[in-house]
């Protein structure tokens, strides 16, 4: 009788798939959250959106640029674990993992702490935008578990690059 438990590899690869996909949905709601994120002065009707706020258009950014590259791994991911082959073959494919996923955890990691500074000075200086800053902050705390999952796949691509890189 053959041995049915599945190799590390292949545990590795569906692993590395579970954490692109909770990345791209953490970043996808962080996204939306963002997005519709306004506030109108009561007094004189100016309205307020995330944009007119440096931090929160960086945070904004950040979560673009990780929603693009978690899209992209995810895809990757999901054809290794269909087809069982990389699309990206060779060494450049496993630095590709471990740089990408290295630069863009440190990418969301800023995004999410611009927004969590942001809104804290606002609290501070007790400001009245408790909804606009409660969805900012809201989508800053899941740009912080995005991060999470992004650095815990950025472990398992630097297991294999010892393996496979030369």
């Known amino acids: 009788m053959g ?5 590390s590899s292949t545990v ?13 949905l953490f970043l996808l709601i962080a996204l939306i959250l963002i997005a ?6 009561p007094d ?54 471990f740089f990408g996923d ?4 440190y990418l969301l990691l800023s995004g999410s702490a611009a927004g969590f500074g942001f809104t804290v000075e606002l609290h501070r200086a007790d400001n009245p935008l408790n909804s606009f800053t409660g969805k900012a902050n809201a989508s800053a705390s899941l740009l912080l578990i995005g991060f999470l999952f992004t650095a815990i796949a950025s472990t398992f691509t630097s297991f294999a690059l010892p393996k496979k890189a030369n």
Do not use: W
């Open 3 to 7: 041995d049915s438990t599945p190799s």
């Open 12 to 24: 590795s690869r569906t692993v590395l798939l579970l954490l692109r996909v909770l990345t791209f």
């Open 36 to 41: 519709i994120d306004t506030y109108t002065d």
């Open 44 to 97: 004189t009707g100016e309205k307020t959106k995330f944009n007119d706020v440096y931090a929160y258009r960086y945070m904004f950014s950040t979560i673009i640029l990780g929603f693009v590259y978690t899209f992209l791994q995810m895809a990757f991911s999901i054809f290794t674990v269909v087809s069982g082959n990389r699309v990206l073959s060779g060494d450049g494919g496993y630095l590709f993992d």
């Open 102 to 105: 290295k630069i863009i955890s």
